[in-house]
């Protein structure tokens, strides 16, 4: 026999802990598992009334399952089949269904809970949680019939966004970006220096409706002895010159999307660390102890070929896998030269600047290759924005000779003349100081580096 005192902690502890549950902004919920995985609803927190607008009474005294029958046609199936699965499983499980309410209401809940066995293997009971994801759920509903409205839209559109292309190459790109901004997967973006990765990456973003930044880092540019405290953070006094706590890109990131530019420059050190962050979405920030959480979307870009340097252990197999789950290849620009006059055209809209190009410059804008891509085109048309055709003249008096655009020389040549000369003018500027030169420029280290070996440039 139960001594009273130990029955009376019991009740204590047990009334006590309903109500705690009776607090929770959610449906608490217990029901006894019957013959053919029928349920009785035995216990009901207060939670019921917020959620359903049934009380906890009605829900356990009615005789039948109240919920189940609030559960929308269309999702009834599916529901008994995920708990019928989880029990014999022996698993948790977790699932968004939409229930009915009495008033007509339409809500979405997500139900998550486990099976409570006998020694013997017999289920005897469920436990579980129900929650208002309405808010959510209807967002994601709306941005899936908003994209589906952009997808019909688009096939007269000549631009997706900031995106300017109407060519078949660049339709696949469209479709493939409102894919991925219906869904969480992580994104790779490739393609060659300028053509865009980045304005890829951020209509993802926008797209998705998500509610947090959009937080762009470019891998190549930070140097490898402070990745760890850009990308995690840090505490304060961390390390030397730690002042104060800083959150990192991570962090920064919660709730919206990390873009990582050039990802293939990332170390492999580095990639083993940001693997547990995406697996865990935790991190660990430098001189901390205590893990924090950022729910973030990764989006990636680069220019490199990620399974070769995989293959030349450069790449770290498990990182590559994790990141390159769907895959958005950018075109070139002389894959799509017919996009060419919509890029002008949207160059001088941007601008505030009407140009009348020769004809003679618009046939060699047309038959050049453009190795630079858009970045290259944009650059082009500031130029002869400055100058117009005829360069050469304008910039005589700084002792430059710079052939004009209509002189007979083709426009990569012309485009390769003037470059070396800037190339080198900024670096006799800044006293062959490379970085200093590639600011002035506005390259980055890398392009500059890559530019100088291609025009025959070498270091004093």
């Known amino acids: ?22 607090r929770l902004p959610a449906l608490v919920y217990r029901c006894r598992i019957m013959d053919k995985f029928s349920f009785v609803l035995e ?3 207060k939670g019921s009334m917020d959620l359903l607008g049934v009380s906890p009474e009605e829900l356990v005294n009615s005789g039948v399952n109240i919920i189940e029958r609030m559960t929308h046609p269309a999702d009834y199936k599916h529901l008994r089949k995920v708990e019928h699965d989880s029990i014999v499983a022996r698993k948790p ?40 994801v309405s808010e959510q759920k209807f967002l994601e509903v709306s941005l899936q019939e908003e994209n589906q409205q952009l997808k019909l839209s688009l096939e007269k559109s000549d631009h997706l966004g900031c995106i300017v292309g109407k060519s078949e190459a660049m339709r696949k790109v469209y479709a493939l970006i409102l894919k991925a901004a219906e869904t969480e997967t992580n994104v790779i973006i490739y393609g060659e220096t300028g053509c865009g990765k980045d304005l890829v990456a951020r209509e993802i973003h926008n797209y998705s409706g998500r509610k947090g930044a959009f937080v762009p880092v470019n891998c190549g540019a930070i140097p490898e002895n402070l990745l760890e405290s850009e990308f995690f953070g840090h505490t304060r006094g961390a390390f030397t010159g730690a002042t104060e706590a800083k959150d990192g890109f991570v ?34 920030p430098l001189g901390s102890n205590t893990p924090k959480s950022s729910r973030f979307r990764l989006v990636a870009a680069t220019n490199r070929n990620l399974g070769e340097m995989v293959r030349k252990n450069n790449l770290r197999a498990d990182f590559y896998y994790r990141i390159n789950v769907l895959a958005i290849h950018l075109p070139p620009l002389r894959e799509r030269k017919e996009d060419i006059p919509l890029l002008v055209n949207a160059w001088q809209n941007r601008n505030g600047i009407e ?15 453009w190795p630079g891509n858009v970045r290259e085109l944009h650059n082009f048309m500031d130029r002869y924005a400055t100058f117009g055709p005829s360069v050469a003249e304008q910039l005589g008096s700084a002792g430059i ?17 003037l470059e070396r000369t800037m190339i080198l003018n900024a670096l006799d500027k800044c006293r062959w100081r490379r970085g200093r030169a590639a600011e002035l420029l506005g390259l980055n280290l890398r392009t500059l580096q890559r530019k100088m070996k291609s025009l025959g440039i070498f270091a004093k």
Do not use: C
């Open 355 to 369: 140009l009348r190009l020769p004809h003679s410059a618009r046939v060699a804008m047309a038959h050049y290759d």
């Open 43 to 45: 216990y009901a927190s």
């Open 251 to 284: 962090g920064a990131a919660h709730n919206g999307t990390l873009f990582l530019d050039e990802i293939g420059e990332l170390p492999i050190n580095l990639q083993v660390k940001f693997l547990r962050v995406l697996e865990s979405k935790t991190y660990t």
């Open 1 to 22: 026999m139960t001594p009273p005192d130990i029955d009376r902690d019991e009740n204590m502890i047990r009334a006590r802990l309903e109500k705690l549950l009776d």
């Open 401 to 417: 000779e710079t052939p004009p655009v209509e002189s007979g020389m083709t426009l990569e040549e012309a485009t390769r003349r």
């Open 93 to 132: 499980w977790q699932i968004v269904y939409r229930v009915m309410l009495p008033g007509g209401e339409i809500k979405w809940i997500r139900d998550q809970g486990e099976a409570i066995y006998e020694e013997d293997g017999t289920p005897v009971y469920l436990e579980g949680l129900m929650t208002d």
